[in-house]
DNA sequence: TCGCCTGATAGTTGCC
DNA sequence: GGCAACTATCAGGCGA
């Protein structure tokens, strides 16, 4: 194998076109997006206005999850180290 | 179908979700590289030379398709409106 | 001197007032762009294409810029810590 | 002259490099926006809450300008074509 | 002239 | 904690 100061040329082309792959992936996602505005757009809705509720939806879901953190630290605290199920269990309680 | 000032919050809901599902993807992929750039790093390869090299690669990219950009405006500016085989023809003659 | 909450106001106000004419200067700027795309366009030049050729030169020195900074990375990577007359003579037999 | 399909060559250089010294001196003042609110940190100052105020005022600024358009609108409206000087005048009045 | 759309800029998040 | 990459917002330019 090809190496430059101890290093792997075929390794470091293996890992450079991995993210180059998945940064393709995520420009194409990216791309969906933008569609999925522009069509919103064209049947009239304002997409400045659906980005805010985005964002609001987003720090709701944000806010469950440090909530849900903190239930976790509650449990741990309370020497009661929680089962998966049980914090679903719980978090269902919680709605 | 519920509306609220004309609005209609189903489709409307429909955008946000599709949205939503997407940028879900999106964060999911920048984790995966993260992961590749965590991997490499364990492998001993500096993260930082790295993003370099993707940069490079990158604006190689973009330099190539500006050029074929400029090239097609310069045809459209000459009255040459260009056939897709026709800017083929002309790239394959610019390398 | 006049503080509120421990916050000096005439020196927050000497900052907020040298970003401000600065920003002023920058917008005088941006007006004289526009005035000499407005004047080439005046002289028949398809101000398009020459946004096109600004963004490609800009490129070009980007690229160049970055190709400089990895090299310099390489040299350290490699335990060469360049002096600056080095890095110019590397780059020169580069070019 | 140098001319492609009645493009003068020179002509168009003059424009671009005219538009690349104000982008460069563009750029200067960037950066030094950037030096004065490094300044204003280092003496302890919120950027982030400078940033709020530049606003605001850049706000009250837009607002003032609109309400002198209106008054000169009215003027006109009213067959008064205000001198710059009567409109200086107006204005401080209105303060 | 108005609306869209792209490019510039400011803010935020993640890395070092 | 500072810095850089990325994202979202905004304004100017273009075409209908």
């Known amino acids: 194998m090809t190496t430059f100061g101890g290093v792997s040329g075929a390794h470091l082309k293996q890992f450079i076109e991995r993210v180059e792959r998945l940064e393709e992936d ?39 999850s440090e909530q849900e953190e903190i239930l976790t630290l509650y449990l741990h605290a309370l020497g009661m180290v929680p089962r998966d199920d049980t914090v679903e269990e719980a978090k269902s309680k919680a709605i």
């Open 26 to 64: 995520k420009a194409n996602i990216a791309n969906d997006i933008r569609e999925v505005f522009a069509e919103a757009k064209a049947n009239g809705f304002d997409t400045k206005i659906m980005r805010q509720v985005l964002k609001i939806r987003k720090m709701d879901h944000q806010e469950r």
